[in-house]
């Protein structure tokens, strides 16, 4: 999710579409707080790891 996320933040930038860029941003955020919890060894919606 967080590659997905530097993907299209770096389309978005490219192509200068603004949609990209927030949905990037989203993604973004998101898979970092998932990433975080997981590492932490904590279940996220009765999942252990999202990969």
């Known amino acids: ?3 997905l996320g530097l993907i299209l933040l770096v389309l978005g930038l490219v192509l200068d579409v603004g ?3 927030t949905i990037g941003i989203v993604l973004l955020v998101v898979g970092a707080v998932l990433f ?3 590492s ?3 279940p996220v919606l009765g999942r252990r ?3």
Request: aromatic share 20%; charged share 5%.
């Open 36 to 38: 975080l919890l997981g």
């Open 49 to 51: 790891h999202y990969f």
């Open 19 to 21: 949609v990209l860029w």
């Open 1 to 3: 999710m967080i590659i």
């Open 40 to 42: 932490i060894n904590r």
